[in-house]
């Protein structure tokens, strides 16, 4: 943060927009959940969501998940992305498997049942990972030695995920996130869209990295401009609200101008900060070192609410991440049981209760 011809039996790829993306535009409409206030007449946007990793912990234990889900509807939210993933040994390997970081697919949709029996409106959410990595690498700096397998191993993750996604109706579907190397591949990404379209009918979704959203080749296919939020807001480690503020918004102004000449909604797929000093400085760095500090993260929540707030082309953001223990000691990503909770619960507004159409 912080590839391969059409397989076997595929149908022909389609270039440009194809009419199963109006299709799912239509039905998903119907199923838009209600806004406190929508984007378009105040408050925050329609899609008010929070992340979730599912991480495994060595046991079978859906009831932390459960809890989890529970604690992110009680806050207000009202959409889930449920974070899954699979793992490749290096920058240079052509394999993506399930490992040791990847949840049962019970698990997962026992998640969304969950998320579904407390009127969440779901977006799975699948993210390769990169066990062994130098410096500079990530997973958006992948540099397969064998181009084709790899966009093989790449498409079946993929539609594994795509198919639990239609099984269980989830309203949303990522397609990937922050894989830079891959994002001017533009035919391989056309196949694998026209591939997930026959599967999976709710709305398509990329998760662009913040500084690299201009380059993806393939926005036109897709339902929702998606981008990450972790911009580097300031160099001063005591950057007020209203400096943070003020760089949201040039941020906000370049993000909602790219999405309006595009003619797409924009998702922010992921924003948020350590509880750590410094971290507007690199949010991104999940592993920032320096002392627990979870008033600038309040800061950096209520800098993104005054910035973002009463914007109609944003219709979704996405908190990262509730997983954590949370309170005032934790210095992780989650706002759970810390100041930055209460803007959270103050911009979403009162939870739904139970039994509430989505």
Not at 66 to 71: F, L, T
Not at 263 to 270: G, S, V, Y
Not at 273 to 285: C, E, I, K, L, Q
Not at 346 to 354: C, L, Q, V
Request: proline share 6%; charged share 25%; net charge positive.
């Amino acid at each position: 943060k912080k590839k391969n011809p059409p397989q076997k039996g595929a149908k022909k790829v389609v270039i440009g927009p194809s009419p199963a993306s109006g299709a799912r535009r239509a039905r998903s409409g119907a199923k838009r959940p209600k806004a406190r206030a929508a984007g378009d007449s105040g408050g925050p946007p329609a899609v008010r969501g929070i992340a979730l990793g599912l991480y495994p912990d060595g046991r079978k234990n859906v009831a932390r998940f459960d809890r989890m889900i529970d604690e992110i509807a009680d806050v207000g939210a009202n959409y889930v992305a449920l974070v899954v993933t699979w793992a490749q040994r290096d920058v240079n390997s052509i394999r993506i498997a399930a490992g040791p970081e990847t949840i049962d697919d019970a698990t997962l949709r026992h998640a969304i049942d969950r998320a579904h029996q407390r009127e969440l409106d779901v977006l799975v959410f699948p993210i390769v990972t990169v066990r062994k990595l130098s410096p500079g690498q990530w997973r958006g700096t992948l540099r397969p030695r064998d181009t084709d397998a790899w966009w093989q191993s790449y498409e079946r993750f993929i539609a594994h995920y795509a198919a639990i996604a239609g099984e269980k109706r989830a309203a949303a579907f990522l397609l990937g996130s922050e894989l830079g190397s891959t994002e001017a591949w533009q035919y391989r990404w056309y196949h694998l869209i026209s591939r997930i379209e026959r599967m999976y009918s709710g709305q398509l979704i990329y998760s662009a990295n913040w500084d690299h959203y201009t380059q993806v080749s393939f926005w036109r296919r897709l339902d929702i401009i998606g981008v990450t939020g972790y911009f580097e807001l300031s160099r001063d480690k005591n950057a007020t609200e209203a400096d943070l503020k003020e760089a949201w918004l040039r941020v906000r102004s370049e993000l909602v101008g790219f999405a309006r000449a595009r003619k797409k909604p924009l998702w922010i797929t992921e924003v948020g900060y350590t509880s750590v000093d410094g971290a507007a400085t690199r949010p991104w760095d999940y592993l920032m070192a320096g002392p627990v500090d979870v008033e600038e993260q309040r800061r950096l929540y209520a800098a993104f609410v005054g910035a973002w707030d009463n914007t109609p082309t944003l219709r979704g953001v996405f908190f990262w991440n509730w997983y954590g223990k949370g309170g005032a000691d934790d210095r992780g990503y989650t706002p759970k049981g810390k100041p930055a909770e209460a803007i959270l619960r103050r911009w979403f507004g009162p939870p739904r209760s139970e039994g509430t159409p989505r």
